[in-house]
Structures are given as C-alpha cells and as structure tokens.
C-alpha cells in the first residue's frame, strides 16, 4: 500500500487529510472474456490464510476439498490458483451462469463449470465424493442470498468475499442455520486491521470529527458494477465519528482516463485494481 502525493493545499483553507489514500493492489489476467467478476477488493486469501480456513473446518490441509465458487470470475479464478498453489484439495466442479458445461483451467487442473441449474445435483455428488468439504464464495452480489441458501441447504461451511445483496438476511440465514461462515468484504488483513481501528474508533469516541466533510472514491476494474463493500464499510465507522455519508455518496470511478490520471492506476493493473481515497475536510 502507498500513499500519491498530496496536491499543494489552497492558500487560506487547507482540507485536512486525516487518512491517506489507502490502495490494495491486486491485478491478474482473466481466464476468459468474463463479466463474471466478483465485488471482492483483493485476492482472497493467502496461502496460510486457506489453509487455516481448511482446518478451521474440522479437517487438514491434506483431506479438507475446497470448492471455490466460482472459477469463472477473476477473484475466484485467483482464489482457485491459491487452493492449488498451497497444496490443499481443490474440488474440480464450480458453477456459474452459463449455459452448458463448460471447462476452465486452474494451474493445469481441470475444473469443469456446470450450470447454476444443476446445482443442487452437483453439490450431492460432490458430498458423497469428499468427507470433509468447505466452499469459497466470489461470485456476484445478486448471487449473495440465494448461493448463502444453498450452502446452508447443503450444510457446507463457507469463506463468503462477495459483496452486495441483503446483508442482513444473510447474516440470519446463516445464524439460524447454525453453519459455520466465514463473511467479510475484504480478505486483506491489513485492510481487515484498519477497519477494526475504525470501528473501535468510532464506538470508542463518537462525534470525535463532527464538522469535517467525508469524501470517497473508490476505483475498480469496469467488471465490478457494485459500490465496494469495503468503503461501505469503512464509511460506517466514519459516520459514527461524526461524519455522515450515505452509500450512494461514495463515488465510483469506473472509466480508464480518471482512474489513471486522478486515482493514479498503473495502466496494467486497469483489469484488476482497488484504489480507494478517504478525505477528511475541516470547516477551516
């Protein structure tokens, strides 16, 4: 993460910048032409972080399978690589929204991507050839409920890094189901350590900034067509140290030219990026 130079303040009314441009940078060619690409802001976990997801299950990084759903899209296509990068049991079935069966390829393995149609089918094959199985959810925020349902259907513990839909009904879905979850907007944990500071800040200190403005922007990669789940986030805890902001006040930059020439992009991570900038303005 790194910080642009801050652009020369006006002479008579300097904003103050409480927090400076946080970026989590994460760029990796696609599969295939997909629009398919999750709302998640990072890859989704390291190679210790899925272990320990797998033995949290119960299991071991040896007899734990892994089903990362799905393939199909960027972040899952990434978090698939992880799965195989570290050893663990990748399950060579995803799902996403196409029409037939179809084949993609994660680090040489064959993963085949059946139909959201054939879900349920699948995921009773899919039990009885693993003992111990786990899901890694990066799909599409319209996917969010009823992909929670099914897990929860099928009884398998999952990593959720997707965004959007009825979070609230997510939350009880799962609670009421008993299944272990795994749910949160961003899987960095340094992104996952400033929001704890926020949000201890603003329980520990609220209306600490009243007066000051918040202003957001986040940009991200044209396939992503939610606002970031981790500015909404972090906007919450702002809110409560005094600064309102509504979610449709976060500003989402999606064209090339603005996220290159005022975000600061680099040009080959246009494909895959999450820049984000929080500034605090003082009345003065």
């Given at each position: 993460m790194a910080a642009p130079p801050m652009a020369a303040p006006p002479a008579r009314a300097a904003p103050m910048r409480a927090m400076k441009t946080v970026k989590v940078r994460h760029a990796r060619p696609s599969p295939t032409p997909s629009t398919s690409n999750s709302a998640a802001t990072s890859v989704a976990s390291s190679r210790r972080g899925i272990a320990a997801a797998a033995i949290g299950t119960g299991g071991n990084s040896n007899n734990t399978a892994i089903l990362v759903n799905s393939c199909w899209g960027k972040m899952g296509l990434a978090t698939a690589e992880s799965v195989v990068d570290a050893g663990l049991n990748l399950v060579p079935v995803t799902f996403a929204t196409v029409d037939a069966k179809q084949v993609v390829s994660v680090r040489g393995k064959q993963v085949e991507v059946y139909p959201l149609a054939d879900m349920d089918r699948v995921a009773g094959e899919i039990k009885q050839a693993h003992s111990e199985l786990m899901a890694v959810d990066f799909t599409l925020p319209d996917a969010v409920n009823p992909?929670?349902?099914?897990?929860?259907?099928?009884?398998?513990?999952?990593?959720?890094?997707?965004?959007?839909?009825?979070?609230?009904?997510?939350?009880?879905?799962?609670?009421?189901?008993?299944?272990?979850?795994?749910?949160?907007?961003?899987?960095?944990?340094?992104?996952?350590?400033?929001?704890?500071?926020?949000?201890?800040?603003?329980?520990?200190?609220?209306?600490?900034?009243?007066?000051?403005?918040?202003?957001?922007?986040?940009?991200?990669?044209?396939?992503?067509?939610?606002?970031?789940?981790?500015?909404?986030?972090?906007?919450?805890?702002?809110?409560?140290?005094?600064?309102?902001?509504?979610?449709?006040?976060?500003?989402?930059?999606?064209?090339?030219?603005?996220?290159?020439?005022?975000?600061?992009?680099?040009?080959e991570h246009i494909n895959g990026h999450a820049f984000h900038t929080y500034t605090l303005t003082s009345k003065d």
């Open positions: 992909n929670a349902e099914f897990y929860v259907r099928h009884g398998l513990p999952f990593v959720m890094g997707t965004t959007g839909g009825d979070r609230a009904k997510l939350f009880k879905t799962v609670e009421d189901a008993g299944l272990y979850a795994v749910i949160a907007a961003n899987m960095g944990k340094q992104i996952v350590a400033l929001q704890a500071m926020l949000d201890y800040a603003g329980a520990t200190f609220p209306g600490a900034f009243s007066g000051y403005k918040l202003d957001v922007r986040e940009s991200h990669q044209k396939t992503k067509v939610d606002t970031s789940g981790t500015a909404k986030d972090i906007v919450k805890s702002f809110n409560r140290l005094g600064m309102p902001l509504e979610e449709d006040g976060i500003v989402k930059v999606r064209e090339e030219d603005e996220q290159v020439n005022e975000m600061g992009v680099p040009l």
